[in-house]
């Protein structure tokens, strides 16, 4: 079946260093994908999203990336704070729909 | 602006018994969702309202129904509680339905016994 992935389920970081998020996707019909934040107690907050027809977006200190020959996206946060410590979700989209992976835990440490 | 809002916070049910999750949103969202999400892993679709008077079956639907009451609100409604469907429930809104910029409430956890 199809189905969307996180390589690692944990990750820790050291403050100020880059963290990678990897993700890895099935759907090559999936038009578009998603990064989600959730933090403990708290409901998913949409990060980024990029539309299959792209292959990087940037925001404020993060930034998707979307490699559709070997179906992988990852997610990258520039100058890891203590704020970023959550549970991150990939998901990607077809239509109305969205398939979210399991999530990857991002520790940051002092 | 409260966002997307959930009631209740917390609810126990024992199996058989019924109840009904309030959703609202205030951000003239067309688009409504409601998920579970078990220990562990992603969240599930279990229906969606493209816009208002519509819906439609999302991954997991069985055990639950819902009600589009207007634009701002979306209920979702378990006739007969089950221990499988002790779960957090999130609620979500979007513009419309080809986005995954999609805004979640805080949750509502249910524990079935």
């Known amino acids: 079946g199809e189905s969307v992935g996180l390589h690692l389920p944990t990750l820790s970081v050291q403050e100020g260093d880059n963290s990678i998020i990897n993700c890895a996707y099935s759907n090559s019909a999936s038009d578009y994908f998603i990064w989600y934040k959730q933090e403990s107690g708290k409901g998913p907050q949409f990060i980024i999203d990029i539309r299959s027809n792209m292959d990087k977006r940037q925001g404020q200190r993060v930034t998707v990336l979307l490699n559709k020959t070997v179906k992988h996206l990852s997610l990258q946060i520039a100058a890891t704070q203590p704020g970023d410590s959550a549970v991150y979700f990939c998901a990607e989209g077809e239509g109305y729909k969205l398939s979210f992976g399991a999530g990857t835990t991002v520790t940051v440490r002092a | 602006n409260a966002g997307v809002t959930q009631t209740p916070k917390f609810q126990v049910l024992k199996t058989g018994q019924s109840m009904t999750l309030q959703c609202a949103q205030d951000m003239n969202h067309n688009s409504m969702y409601w998920y579970r999400q078990d220990p562990g892993m992603g969240l599930r679709l279990i229906y969606y309202s493209a816009s208002e008077g519509t819906t439609d079956k999302g991954e997991v639907p069985n055990g639950y129904n819902v009600s589009r009451l207007n634009k701002r609100e979306f209920s979702l409604r378990l006739e007969s509680a089950a221990p499988s469907q002790t779960s957090v429930y999130f609620c979500?809104?979007?513009?419309?339905?080809?986005?995954?910029?999609?805004?979640f409430g805080p949750g509502t956890r249910l524990t079935v016994t």
């Open positions: 979500a809104s979007s513009v419309g339905t080809h986005t995954g910029e999609q805004y």
